[in-house]
């Protein structure tokens, strides 16, 4: 079987929502689930986060996954509905949904189901992506209240800057007049809020990156408390000697400054790792950090074992996880871990194991 594996510390995800916990005793937490759990599996995660106080999803799909799977605490459609039929599922599955625009307004109005249903009521503070204005939203909350279908209002916003030195501080103001004025639940925080800021920490908290062990700031260190849960594992499968001035892989774009000895891994773009990633990327070989050379390909990617002596085909080699943190991969290649652990490809290619401690 070709070497390459997600491996997922279980225990790993738990201790982080335990964090989590900490950081915000008082606060609900609805753990971000979308995009197959950053990448970690939906099911797996669904296990080690029993312990939140709900999940989120993007599609009607993972939230039916979700609870067929036996998931009964409360899963939410983070952007809500996308037509009649969604809403039909969401209300007889017990979704939350997330109502951000008038078109999901007038499908909830013409829903004749007789279930109710419990909705996030977006609120655009700034981020200027969903959401209803400051000067829309007095309605829309007197339309909801006054429908009898609807079972609970929670206010929801999402932070443009949370992770960034221009902050929080206008959009966090717009919350707090609106707290005087709607005495509802609130959901405000992302990873990066909830660890920057307390005054976020309303009746819910939606906590994504930091409960996978990668970092919300553009950072290449973990914020303390938090745990690396996915290691992408894989082998060197050849080997190389080369001399000083011959090119590695595709366009040759890396020259060897010297004679040089280089493992090819068993890892490509298709597998979800950056391509963009520059040679001098690093890489953890044979429990050694070492720097990639010349372009990812699709299947392989090249690395430096010059001074590697005991390397050869079979030895050990880690893309990012316990021992090298993906948000450094990352930055090498210029974007952020999110994006990497998300772009995971499927278990065809990329199995996925879990372990424990
Ligand atoms: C993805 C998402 C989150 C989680 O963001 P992180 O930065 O991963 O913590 C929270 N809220 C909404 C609306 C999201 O789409």
Redesign the pocket.
Known sequence: MRPLKALINIDNARKNLSFVRSLAPSSKIMA?M?ANAYGHGLNYMASAFSEADGFSVLTINEAVELRESGYEKKILL?EGVFDKEDLKIAAAFNFDVVLHNDYQLSLIRQLSSKKKISVHLKVNTGMNRLGFSLNNLPKVHSFLKEDERISEIVLMS?FANADSAKGIESQLSEVKMLRSNYHEPFSVA???AILNNQDTHLEWI?????LYGAN?FDLDDLPGGLLPVMTLRSEIIATQEIKKGDGVGYGSDFRAPNDMRIGIVACGYADGYPRHAPSGTPIFVDGIETQTVGRVSMDMIAVDISSLLNTNIGSSVELWGENLGVDRVARSANTVG?ELLCAISSPSRVPVEIYYG
């Open positions: 971000t979308k983070l999402h992302n990873s990066a939606r906590p994504g990156i930091m919300p999110y």
